[in-house]
């Protein structure tokens, strides 16, 4: 009993966060000044060509995100009965693959859009299936679809307004749920860690882009983004893995 008014309060505490970090972050995103995409974003550190292909690491770093996009549409009766939500997150992340190439044989604005799309798609498809297996399951699939279209109209909104305000805050939320929503909820499945192994490749992943070309003088091989794309598939193909091994929890 008392265990459970534990769980109880822990839950309800994380939906206070929940709520005013996102309102927090909401409201400040739009009293600051828009969110310009600056132009030099496009300059990376690493621009060799091979085989006549521009950009060539920051391209071929991409492959390993088609890998694990296939993987898991192909095996997806081995991860879930649930489909759609898994399907769209495993889609996202074949698309992601495709997007970011066709933005890094020529990267502008333009082809940026192609790489944004799929991944605001990819975070929407994940904080649906997280709010599924750990807080509600109706809930997490209802939401599915609205928050695939809040994940578009972010990146509308951009090129629209010029605004990455709501993209950023579509980008970076998430991640800052997925933590509190580990520790104060408990999952219907095995294997939670699988989440917490995700998050540490992507702080790595994110390090490797900030500090892109500083790695890039260092390696002299492969730059921090190209790295970044590695780490970021890296794990999500732990996540894939963690998918195949776990089982349902019956409450």
Known sequence: MKSFFTSLKKENIAYSILTSLGLALLIGIFIVSPIIQ?????????????FKMNN?????????FFIVGFLGIYNIKLITEKKLQYVMFFSSILFVSIGSTYYHLNPNNYTLIFDRLPMTLLFMALSSIIISEFINDKIGKKFLLPMLLLGLFSVLYWVFFEDLSLYVFIQFYPMLVIPIVLVCFKSSYTHAYGYWLLLAFYIIAKGCEYYDVELFTKLKVISGHSIKHIMSAMGLYVLYRVYIKRRKIEF
Do not use: E, R
């Not at 600056?38 to 091979?50: E, P």
């Not at 060539?56 to 390993?64: D, Y």
């Open 38 to 50: 600056s132009q030099s974003y496009h300059d990376f550190s690493d621009a060799k060509t091979f």
């Open 56 to 64: 060539f690491w920051n391209v071929i770093s991409n492959l390993p």
